[in-house]
């Protein structure tokens, strides 16, 4: 085993201790005070924030790791990202940011002297200023840790095709706990190390959450070494609260498990690997919870319990003994060490630093990572175009279009591009890709195996958390790449996807954030064709929660064809600082537009289907109603109503409206996609109704088109949670959103009527009853629902 970290020199142990003081110091000074920053004077109430806000029990093992990795880096060179699971620690490293001085970059204000670090203390988790977690306006993070669960998934997902990239994860005991969390550690499994950077996991066992023991800090020691043993980890351990002991013993368990990292990655990159999955280290760190603060408060044990979680001193602003404390307290970490006159950082705490500021962990362009992007190397989608001689007489697989679309994105961008999928690429008729790719696979391959190999790059387990999160990361360190899942199992990690877009809609605020890839997910599988599976896969949920984000970020597209879906990929290819939701079912369905009808469509985000409607036989005037649609099986059936209008009452004037950028039906001044109010009127009128069909909730569209004119007049037909294992027809029976349902809607609500009408809607509910009869005895749908074509009722 290579040796490539020392031991621990005396001069190395005085900078990162000094350096470890400094950053608790900071991280008290935070979450208590408003005024008197160096203590100067006694502290008097009048000092402390009105409100105590902020987590102070986790905050001193993370600088503690921190610290010690800066010396790996000064030592080594080795490029590092850091990971901080427990994101309420996030003082420690607004701390870290700013001793190693990319903080006052990022905010002028908080210099390094007396006047800077007051502001940075009042800034903190204050109105106005930052929040109290490890989040996007803290320099050297991109894992916001609020919602626990994702730190290691995250770190996976930035060292894949990063080879010089060193990921440090650190995992609290109360997020282990996590579902996740639980899942993640299987990272190991896709981590070639040829290719792909190191993962070194910490799991810090400080002992408690935030009210109670922790799981894995009170099972047998020797339980929990199996348990990480058994998911292919080799376990090192660093346990006490003594210094300067506890640095020397972390400092030698940081050189083990960088030495074994580096043979392993040495092994794989000369030709001496015989392809087994390594046995990669990780780190348990055993240290109180609350370190070096306060060991009793009020008769009660503080220091190492979960008491020490949040705020350790309460009533410090109005009881003279407790102020007295937290004053003990902040100069027990010997300020005159740490601090110069001016309050900048003394020489002894800077010697702990990086001396580059992007070989920092808080500088590094990795955790900014629209300084490494690269745009992707695009193929041109209209030669994957589908031929369109005659609209919808023959049904084709959209999704095996856009599988074709990302094999040239693989080939072109063998390093910057990956698909994300939990088990289904084939299933979602993406599987074009293995042609240009396997999927990764660092276990056992057996001769049953197919397009599973150490060089995959297609990213396939049973986790959406672990797929989700691992592009979350690959898009944050300045990659791109589309996380594909059933329609209704989006809903499993959909509270990522709300905190992605979340990240992204405050780093647009900042300045010093660069721009990032897109976050682009796939539906298929969709609610309206996941008849076989039943109930369980029926559900459009993530659309709504989409039309929830923020309009910056949120962006959603229903293409109705394999056309239509090839011009939204490369658009959202392209993209930077959004959410791209794509739905589009993977089962054969009709093609409606050319290639080149389907980029002026789409370019448009909607328009007005001359063919599918009948105003060219009419002259200049108003239609009788206007069928709008958006969703790929909404769009068959609205089509397929107006077929049946225009054949059975053809002097009912019918327009029909197709959507493909949902988000174009919110007004300008709400959304910035927004259409405005002229081209909304041009396609639906002002007075005339309208029959929506939607992929989604009605709700939603409802929701849209607020502040519209007279939005009442629309009426809305989409999922209504009707569902069980049936036929494909049957669904939108279910749901009331079939062709007859439109076309009694289209009865009801037109402005005028012509001879005929009553007789038509007799014959839809005759055609339901039929339907409903036929399926249980055949089995299957009417044929001239099953084999429906345009030409054809």
């Known amino acids: 085993m290579a040796e490539l970290l020392p031991k621990l020199d005396d001069s190395e142990l005085a900078s990162i201790d000094a350096w470890w003081r400094a950053n608790n110091y900071l991280t008290v000074g935070m979450i208590y005070l408003q005024a008197n920053p160096l203590l100067r004077e006694p502290l008097s109430p009048d000092h402390i924030k009105p409100r105590l806000l902020g987590h102070w029990g986790t905050s001193p093992g993370l600088a503690f790791i921190w610290a010690h990795t800066s010396r790996l880096i000064k030592r080594t060179g080795q490029k590092c990202l850091y990971i901080t699971g427990p994101g309420h620690g996030g003082p420690a490293i607004v701390g870290a940011s700013y001793l190693e001085g990319t903080y006052t970059p990022a905010f002028p204000y908080a210099t390094q002297d007396a006047e800077g670090m007051l502001k940075l203390f009042r800034t903190f988790s204050a109105p106005g200023g930052i929040p109290s977690h490890a989040s996007v306006t803290t320099p050297g993070s991109i894992h916001e840790g609020g919602e626990l669960g994702y730190a290691l998934i995250h770190a996976f997902g930035s060292v894949f095709d990063n080879p010089d990239l060193l990921t440090i994860a650190v995992v609290g005991d109360g997020e282990a706990e996590t579902g996740p969390l639980e899942g993640s550690w299987k990272g190991i499994s896709f981590l070639n190390p040829e290719r792909d950077g190191a993962v070194l996991p910490v799991l810090h066992l400080n002992g408690g959450k935030i009210a109670a023991p922790t799981v894995l800090a009170r099972k047998p020691r020797e339980e929990v070494t199996k348990l990480f043993e058994g998911h292919g980890y080799e376990v090192i351990e660093v346990e006490g609260e003594d210094t300067p002991g506890m640095h020397h013993r972390f400092a030698e368990a940081l050189a083990t498990a960088y030495a074994k990292i580096k043979d392993i990655q040495d092994a794989a990159r000369t030709g001496s690997w015989d392809g087994t999955r390594p046995v990669w280290p990780m780190i348990i760190l055993r240290s109180p ?27 410090v602003k109005t009881d003279p003994e407790h102020l007295q404390q937290l004053e003990a307290w902040m100069r027990s970490y010997n300020l005159d060490e740490l601090f110069n006159a001016d309050g900048s950082p003394t020489d002894l705490v800077k010697a702990a630093n990086p001396d580059d500021p992007e070989m920092t962990m808080s500088g590094t362009p990795y955790a900014n990572g629209g300084k490494l992007m690269r745009p992707l190397e695009m193929p041109d989608f209209r030669a994957m175009a589908v031929a369109v001689e005659q609209r919808a007489t023959e049904r084709v697989e959209s999704t095996r279009k856009l599988g074709e679309f990302m094999r040239e994105l693989y080939r072109l961008n063998p390093e910057t591009f990956r698909l994300f999928c939990p088990d289904e690429t084939n299933s979602n008729r993406l599987g074009a890709v293995f042609a240009a790719s396997d999927r990764t696979w660092m276990e056992e391959v057996t001769d049953d195996d197919e397009k599973l190999s150490r060089n995959g790059r297609v990213m396939e387990v049973l986790s959406e958390h672990n797929t989700h999160g691992w592009l979350e990361a690959y898009n944050l360190t300045g990659r791109h790449g589309l996380f594909a899942t059933y329609e209704a199992f989006a809903m499993v990690s959909a509270s990522q996807t709300i905190q992605h877009g979340k990240w992204l809609q405050e ?10 890839p897109s976050l682009n997910i796939l539906l298929s599988s969709t609610a309206w064709r996941n008849d076989h599976n039943g109930f369980s896969h029926q559900g459009p949920g993530m659309l709504q929660l989409l039309l929830n984000m923020g309009p910056k970020v949120a962006r959603v597209y229903l293409p109705p064809d394999a056309n239509s879906l090839l011009w939204v990929a490369d658009h959202c290819f392209r993209s930077t600082d959004y959410v791209n939701l794509i739905v589009q079912d993977k089962q054969p369905q009709p093609q409606w537009l050319t290639m080149e009808e389907a980029v002026d469509h789409c370019t448009r985000g909607a328009s007005v289907w001359e063919w599918a409607g009948n105003e060219d036989q009419f002259g200049p005037g108003q239609p009788d109603i206007v069928l ?15 077929e049946i209008i225009k054949a059975k009452l053809p002097a009912m004037r019918i327009r029909v409206v197709n959507v493909v950028n949902l988000m174009t039906l919110r007004r300008p001044k709400d959304h910035p996609q927004g259409m405005s109010e002229t081209l909304f009127r041009e396609l639906f009128t002002d007075t005339q109704d309208v029959v929506f069909a939607f992929h989604g909730y009605p709700g939603g569209i409802h929701q849209l088109m607020h502040g519209r004119p007279d939005a009442d007049r629309f009426r809305v037909r989409g999922f209504i949670e009707q569902g069980t294992t049936t036929t494909p027809f049957d669904m939108v029976v279910k749901n009331r959103a079939s062709r007859y349902h439109l076309v009694i809607d289209a009865i009801n609500n037109a402005k005028a009527l012509p001879a005929g009408a009553d007789d038509l809607k007799k014959w839809c509910e005759a055609q339901l009853a039929r339907h409903e009869e036929y399926i249980v005895e055949h089995l299957e749908d009417m044929p001239e629902v099953r084999d429906w074509t345009l030409s054809e009722l």
Do not use: Y
Request: charged fraction near 25%; proline fraction near 4%.
């Open 289 to 315: 919870k609350g370190w070096t603060g306060p060991k009793e408060f009020e008769g009660k044990k503080m220091e190492g319990t979960w008491r020490s979680h949040q705020v350790p001193l309460s009533g």
């Open 507 to 516: 780093a647009g605020e900042l300045e010093w954030r660069e721009s990032i």
């Open 628 to 642: 709008a649609c958006a969703g790929d099986i909404m769009t068959m059936e609205t089509v397929a109503a107006a």
